[in-house]
């Protein structure tokens, strides 16, 4: 079984920095995208950014130019490095890993991190 364990979540002043950060864990499965998705409240899941094993990368419009994905495909792990924070970035952020096992598709959710920016 596949799980993610995540962190880096907190509280920061608007415009600073944190980052998080995202172990995928378990045997037998390749890893096609990691991404970091976020809930604001009231409102449905987003794509934040993600980055495919060949290493591209996609961002929402909203973080462009202050997010960046990276991923370590030796220790499995995904990062979301997040920069000049704006109180509408406040969110629970939650790290999603597709991968395939036995050739199957499978999707993860981590069980998200809270970040609060303050104005």
């Known amino acids: 079984q596949v799980q993610l364990v995540e962190s880096g979540g907190g509280l920061v002043q608007a415009g600073g920095s944190l980052r998080l950060s995202c172990v995928v864990s378990?045997?037998?499965?390749?890893?096609?995208?990691m991404g970091w998705y976020r809930q604001l409240p009231g409102k449905q899941r987003e794509l934040v950014a993600e980055?495919?094993?060949?290493?591209?990368?996609n961002y929402a419009d909203a973080v462009k130019g202050r997010f960046i994905i990276s991923r370590d495909n030796a220790k499995n792990t995904v990062y979301l490095q997040m920069n000049g924070l704006k109180p509408e970035d406040t969110a629970v952020y939650y790290c999603?890993?597709?991968?395939?096992?036995?050739?199957?598709?499978?999707?993860?959710w981590g069980q998200g991190t809270l970040v609060t920016v303050s104005s």
């Open positions: 999603n890993v597709k991968y395939r096992r036995y050739l199957r598709p499978f999707e993860v």
């Open positions: 980055i495919v094993s060949g290493g591209s990368t």
């Open positions: 378990g045997d037998g499965f390749s890893i096609n995208v």
